[in-house]
């Protein structure tokens, strides 16, 4: 499991895309759709696998805020009120494609 740290995370609405960039070197992109879909909140996941849930018509999603977390995580608030997933750094590389 890699311990990069994020050096750079930017919101752009126009694009709705979150871009992330870690001390690695690695860069990566995550559609606002994927991170509302992909929220690792229960409400999403579920409690086990079983019960994860599969959110549609999210495709026009904003995102509100991003409120850091100690220093593990970031809590994304959407447009349409979803707010409780913590998205922690390794989630955001898993997201992004970069392992």
């Known amino acids: ?3 990069a740290w994020p050096t750079r995370l930017e ?3 126009s694009r709705k895309m979150l871009t992330i960039a870690f001390d690695d070197g690695q860069t990566g992109d995550i559609a606002f759709e994927t991170l509302r ?3 690792p909140s229960a ?3 579920g409690h086990s696998p079983a019960q994860k849930k599969i959110v549609m018509g999210k495709q026009d999603v904003g995102i509100v805020a991003a409120n850091p977390v100690g220093r593990y995580a970031v809590q994304i608030v959407f447009d349409d009120g979803h707010d409780s997933g913590l998205f922690t750094w390794e989630y955001l590389r898993e997201l992004a494609g970069l392992g």
């Open 1 to 3: 499991m890699s311990r």
């Open 43 to 45: 409400e999403v996941q």
């Open 11 to 13: 919101f752009s609405k």
């Open 37 to 39: 879909t992909e929220s």
